[in-house]
């Protein structure tokens, strides 16, 4: 049957219509989906973050961040922050924690690995325990920090006059924790105790009743019988500072 083309026009436009409707209802009724967290731009957070942190350390520094799990799907983060989790070592085999705070809050962890490559102290000779530290006494070597202990003495100035507070073979790394300052104060000993204030300056004698290094804490007793406490220094002196 053959249709005037009036009619045909106006049932074209009702479809025309009648899809726009179907459109526009759809549309409104579809959820909207929710931006999604970009992961390699995460790696590149904590890849920044050791960089940052690592800035101050000696030598060369390698640093390898393993790339974060694909199988995530985690919000999008206005500021994701990275930062150490609690035991972790800045340096060798590591754990970097990333957080996100908004709008949707969420925490990963991607290991990493940091290779520091740079001089170090070793004993030159053995040790023993007790002995005065001396240039001749130490030498440097060059090695991966990472493998080693924490405390690692990396400089002479740290080492040199300072005491073995342990017996150490040839060879050994140095480490801040085998070694002590030296003592100034020897229990026993007479002692000057010399008071600063404010425009004033006493000295008297004493006898030192604790042993000390340089900078630490002793107490001596006056020849009046006053037990008094101050800082140690060299040549057997107790400073109070008022």
């Known amino acids: 049957m053959k249709y005037p083309l009036r009619v045909l026009r106006h049932a074209a436009a009702a479809l025309a219509l009648l899809a726009c409707g179907l459109q526009g209802a759809s549309a409104q009724t579809a959820p ?17 973050f ?6 101050g350390l000696p030598g060369s520094i ?28 800045l340096w060798g085999k590591t ?5 996100c705070v908004a709008p949707s809050p969420w925490t990963i962890y991607v290991r990493a690995n940091v290779q520091v490559i ?14 005065t530290i001396g240039a001749a006494d130490v030498t440097r070597v060059r ?10 003495i990396t400089n002479e100035s740290q080492a040199v006059g300072r005491v073995a507070a342990m017996s150490v073979r040839a060879g050994t ?24 204030g404010p425009g004033f300056q006493i000295s008297t004698e004493a006898r030192a009743l604790t042993n000390a290094s340089e900078g630490q804490m002793a107490q001596a007793r006056t020849a009046a019988g006053q037990v008094v406490s101050g800082i140690a220094k060299a040549g057997g002196i107790l400073e109070i500072n008022y």
């Open 32 to 48: 909207d989906t929710p931006q999604r967290q970009d992961l390699p731009a995460l790696k590149q957070v904590a890849e920044q």
């Open 50 to 55: 050791l960089k940052t942190q690592t800035s």
């Open 62 to 89: 390698t640093i390898d961040v393993d790339p974060v799990d694909s199988r995530l799907s985690l919000a999008a983060c206005v500021e994701p922050q990275a930062f150490m989790p609690n035991g972790a070592r």
């Open 95 to 99: 754990t970097i924690g990333i957080k």
């Open 118 to 131: 740079s001089d170090y102290l070793v004993a030159a000779v053995p040790l023993a325990q007790g002995q």
């Open 143 to 152: 090695g991966d920090l990472s493998s080693l202990p924490n405390g690692i």
């Open 173 to 196: 790394p140095l480490r801040m924790d085998t070694l002590r300052n030296q003592r100034v104060v020897q229990q026993g000993q007479p002692v000057r105790v010399i008071s600063n």
